[in-house]
């Protein structure tokens, strides 16, 4: 893939500062100098292929034989706002180029070709890589309106009737035994919830499949659900097919996290528990539905993950860089959805503002003393 920098930063080198100036919140808000950004950002923009050419961005990521894989949720066009998978690869983790010329997975796959699969999150278990994947029947229609935030509207398909009822975000799990040919297997929620950043965990616990999920409208006083504000639950199976209703892991508690909170990337297993990197996100004007998306941090118990064994109260990383906060659909987005553990380094791969995908560094053990810290 193209990158367009020629600073001559070495990457994995620490800088000593950080990499903006933030944009306008208060120091006490800001995210410590955890991350280290690549300075080839955005290493992955889009082009080339036609179901490409308007956006690709919140890539899975696996780090296998030696090679980095991504998994880019990627757009032709905003209107219709159709998202395929596409797959890349890459020696060195930052230079990335196409293993195919077509998506490995497109909505057709999952069930629907009006439709759009989005978020991809991928792991492996033995030897069958699972992606896990956000999914709409009939994909919206997206207008970039000026104001940083677009709109979006159910899309009009000629001989296609269907209620906003009908086209909510449900997620699948896809297979493949190869990384390249994925197949569908089963859906992970039902059709009616809203319910997407849904993250396999990347072991089976107490022999059953695990999953991160967030109903959108598990929430308020009415219910027997619990929260006030979407948060972060988790289901187990046997079969991937049928799933234990949504437990609470994790409810928003700060006002960075005041609009929701979802799972980011796959769990890690440390020593001291899953680490599970989250988004929190803040309104930050609801007449315009300008939001800003930041990362956390929890720690959740290897044999139980529904307990919480550490949280960060402050988020570990926020948009600052350009790239983070503007681009062509929504402003001030960073979500990754990708990590790879390599030789103690965690390579966190975001897409930023539904545009490109950035990628940036932390070495394991300092996240962790970071996440210990703040133990409440
Ligand atoms: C979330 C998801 C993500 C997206 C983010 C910012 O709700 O739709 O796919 O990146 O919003 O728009």
Redesign the pocket.
């Known amino acids: 893939m193209a990158h367009g920098h020629s600073e001559q930063v070495p990457f994995v080198v620490r800088p000593s500062g950080r990499s903006g100036p933030g944009y306008g919140l208060k120091p006490a808000l800001r995210a410590g100098a955890l991350f280290t950004r690549c300075p080839a950002n955005p290493i992955v923009t889009p082009g080339l292929f036609p179901w490409r050419m308007a956006t690709v961005?919140?890539p899975g990521a696996l780090y296998e034989d030696g090679r980095f894989f991504l998994y880019e949720?990627a757009a032709g066009s905003l209107r219709p706002f159709i998202c395929s998978i596409g797959m890349l690869e890459s020696e060195d983790g930052v230079r990335f180029r196409h293993v195919s010329d077509q998506p490995v997975f497109t909505p057709e796959m999952a069930g629907s070709k009006h439709g759009s699969v989005?978020?991809p999150r991928v792991v492996r278990i033995g030897d069958t890589c699972y992606m896990t994947f956000?999914f709409r029947p009939y994909a919206w229609c997206c207008n970039p309106t000026g104001l940083g935030v677009p709109e979006s509207h159910q899309p009009d398909i000629p001989g296609v009737r269907f209620t906003p009822e009908e086209n909510q975000t449900r997620s699948g799990i896809a297979v493949s035994r190869d990384r390249v040919h994925w197949e569908f297997v089963a859906w992970a929620t039902p059709p009616e919830l809203d319910d997407?950043d849904v993250i396999l965990f990347p072991e089976k616990i107490s022999g059953r499949f695990a999953i991160l999920r967030r109903p959108l409208k598990f929430v308020g006083t009415d219910t027997a659900h619990g929260a006030d504000l979407p948060a972060i639950r988790i289901s187990f199976s046997d079969d991937l097919r049928t799933w234990t209703e949504p437990e609470v892991v994790a409810l928003p508690e700060q006002p960075w996290e005041g609009n929701r909170i979802?799972g980011s990337t796959p769990p890690i297993r440390t020593p001291a528990g899953w680490l599970v990197l989250y988004h929190g996100?803040e309104d930050l004007h609801p007449p315009t539905r300008r939001?800003v998306?930041r990362l956390g941090a929890m720690l959740l118990d290897l044999a139980d993950p529904r307990r919480v064994l550490a949280r960060t109260r402050r988020p570990i990383m926020e948009p600052e860089a350009y790239y983070e906060r503007f681009g062509l659909?929504?402003p001030n987005?960073i979500?990754p959805t990708g990590n790879v553990v390599k030789d103690g380094l965690l390579w966190l791969y975001y897409?930023v503002c539904?545009t490109a995908i950035a990628l940036a560094t932390v070495p394991l053990d300092e996240l962790l003393a970071h996440l210990l810290a703040e133990r409440p």
């Open positions: 961005f919140n949720r989005q978020d956000a997407r979802g996100v939001v998306y659909l929504i987005v979500f897409g539904d």
